[in-house]
């Protein structure tokens, strides 16, 4: 089993450039998140989608969007790059979004670190 | 506003050594606490998950510990090894929240 899986594992973009970063699973998790982490900063949730067809905004979602395409796949778009937006994003799943038990422990990605000039 | 607070902020050990790493914590009402470990590069992996009702939980050299009722936890290394070096986060989810609130880490470099 591959886990959680990122492309690209690095990016550099201009200002004003748009992408999207892919995130898949294999692991038939239902709930699936996006996260940015800032030098000595913790992680930041940026969108989080608990089953297929719902998504829901986290902590820091101004300038993203997001799409669940399916069980198994969960995209992240930068419509309009900012140098605010440099920073290494993570894409994590679990089996369910809360259940206060070892399914709802977070399964992380290898990260994609994104640099807008 | 549910924080999560690690100190120390960094810390460095020798090898062989025995090291223990705090979160204190406001969420509530509280589901969970989890510790993360983080190598350079990489993503968080899970070490440990304690629910209200859990008060020490081990994984291999980790044991971890969890007061309640003063919303403090803590991790403990013991006999660190130079593959220890990583930043270890902690991680609490509220019952309502649906969501987790993590700490900024403590990054621990041991030393041979």
Same mark, same amino acid.
């Given at each position: 089993?591959?886990?959680?899986?990122? $492309?690209?594992?690095?990016?550099?973009?201009?200002?004003?450039?748009?992408?999207? #970063?892919?995130?898949?699973?294999?692991?038939?998790?239902?709930?699936?998140?996006?996260?940015?982490?800032? !030098?000595?900063?913790?992680?930041?949730?940026?969108?989080?989608?608990?089953?297929?067809?719902?998504?829901?905004?986290?902590?820091?979602?101004?300038?993203?969007?997001?799409?669940?395409?399916?069980?198994?796949?969960?995209?992240?778009?930068?419509?309009?790059?900012?140098?605010?937006?440099?920073?290494?994003?993570?894409?994590?799943?679990?089996?369910?979004?809360?259940?206060?038990? !070892?399914?709802?422990?977070?399964?992380?990605?290898?990260?994609?670190?994104?640099?807008?000039? | 506003?549910?924080?999560?607070?690690?100190?120390?902020?960094?810390?460095?050990?020798?090898?062989?050594?025995?090291?223990?790493?705090?979160?204190?914590?406001?969420?509530? !009402?509280?589901?969970?606490?989890?510790?993360?470990?983080?190598?350079?590069?990489?993503?968080?992996?899970?070490?440990?998950?304690?629910?209200?009702?859990?008060?020490?939980?081990?994984?291999?050299?980790?044991?971890? $510990?969890?007061?309640?009722?003063?919303?403090?936890?803590? #991790?403990?290394?013991?006999?660190?090894?130079?593959?220890?070096?990583?930043?270890?986060?902690?991680?609490?989810?509220?019952?309502?929240?649906?969501?987790?609130?993590?700490?900024?880490?403590?990054?621990?470099?041991?030393?041979?």
């Amino acid at each position: 089993n591959a886990g959680v899986t990122q $492309t690209p594992k690095f990016q550099v973009l201009k200002t004003g450039q748009s992408m999207t #970063l892919q995130c898949a699973q294999d692991m038939n998790h239902n709930s699936m998140y996006w996260y940015r982490q800032d !030098p000595g900063m913790g992680l930041r949730l940026i969108y989080y989608s608990a089953s297929e067809g719902t998504t829901d905004k986290g902590e820091v979602p101004n300038g993203y969007n997001v799409s669940r395409l399916n069980k198994r796949e969960f995209s992240l778009r930068l419509e309009s790059a900012a140098p605010s937006q440099t920073s290494v994003y993570f894409c994590a799943s679990s089996e369910v979004l809360l259940a206060g038990g !070892p399914q709802d422990t977070q399964y992380f990605g290898p990260g994609t670190r994104l640099t807008v000039l | 506003k549910n924080q999560v607070e690690q100190s120390p902020q960094s810390l460095i050990i020798l090898e062989g050594k025995n090291c223990t790493l705090q979160c204190n914590y406001t969420v509530s !009402p509280f589901s969970n606490l989890r510790w993360y470990k983080q190598d350079t590069g990489r993503g968080p992996v899970s070490l440990t998950i304690m629910t209200f009702s859990e008060n020490t939980k081990s994984n291999g050299r980790y044991t971890a $510990t969890l007061d309640a009722d003063t919303k403090q936890s803590s #991790l403990h290394i013991t006999a660190s090894q130079l593959s220890d070096s990583a930043s270890y986060i902690c991680v609490v989810s509220g019952a309502n929240a649906g969501k987790s609130t993590f700490g900024d880490g403590t990054t621990l470099t041991v030393k041979p």
